[in-house]
């Protein structure tokens, strides 16, 4: 899956701390999306975000969630005071400017809470 | 909101079997995409079909779209083991009935082909 940088791969926290999971998309795509893949199980939307809007942000979490994109910079996803059902691993996807189109994913960050 | 289930779960076969998966929804879906993903990676992009009734070949892999737009199915011929891995089924999310760029998935299909 190279295109799609996702950092760090691993992450470890304690309960009640904060993650920051960073995605840096394909370059020249503008639109970034992330989802939540559970153990043995499909992934599921998070939020769809522009440069510097969150477009669609009705699969995240009101409490504790929250998404960026800034003019410049990767895509951060923030979890604040992380709880052990956080466990999960989270891709990013990128697509090109225009609509309905392919989506690139990349490796996923696991994020796992003590 | 728009599901899709996808069967069966685990699957486990010889090398040399033939396999098919399913996908299917109670929804129309304008289009429906196929992933594979392997332990530690994102999903990989195999196929999109888009028309009711298409059937779309990838060597020994096949792919079909209901002519309802609802289901679809995937189907491995002569396993080997390099096909081992998570199949997904996903299609447009819809946001106020207007299909968005998102993605909805189904719950994928655990493949394990044995030498």
């Known amino acids: 899956n190279a295109g799609v940088m996702q950092n760090p791969r691993h992450l470890v926290r304690r309960r009640g701390q904060e993650a920051r999971l960073r995605c840096s998309p394909m370059?020249?795509?503008?639109?970034v999306y992330w989802y939540r893949q559970l153990p043995e199980e499909g992934l599921k939307f998070m939020v769809y975000?522009?440069?510097?809007?969150?477009?669609?942000e009705s699969g995240m979490p009101k409490e504790r969630f929250s998404a960026e994109f800034p003019k410049e910079g990767p895509s951060i996803l923030r979890i604040q005071q992380v709880v052990r059902g956080d466990s999960a691993a989270y891709f990013c996807?990128?697509?090109?400017?225009?609509?309905?189109?392919?989506?690139?994913f990349g490796d996923g960050t696991r994020l796992s809470i003590l | 909101t728009q599901l899709l289930e996808q069967s069966p779960q685990f699957l486990s076969i010889q090398e040399g079997e033939n396999l098919t998966v399913y996908c299917n929804s109670s929804s129309v879906f304008s289009s429906l995409q196929w992933y594979r993903q392997e332990p530690g990676e994102g999903p990989v992009l195999l196929v999109t079909v888009v028309t009711g009734g298409e059937v779309k070949k990838l060597k020994r892999l096949t792919f079909q779209f209901g002519d309802a737009r609802k289901d679809s199915s995937l189907h491995i011929t002569a396993a080997q083991p390099g096909d081992t891995g998570l199949y997904l089924c996903a299609g447009p999310r819809y946001v106020n009935n207007n299909a968005g760029n998102m993605l909805t998935f189904g719950g994928g299909t655990r493949l394990m082909v044995k030498p």
């Open positions: 975000l522009q440069k510097e809007n969150i477009i669609d």
């Open positions: 370059k020249g795509h503008s639109h």
């Open positions: 996807a990128s697509s090109p400017k225009a609509s309905n189109q392919p989506q690139h």
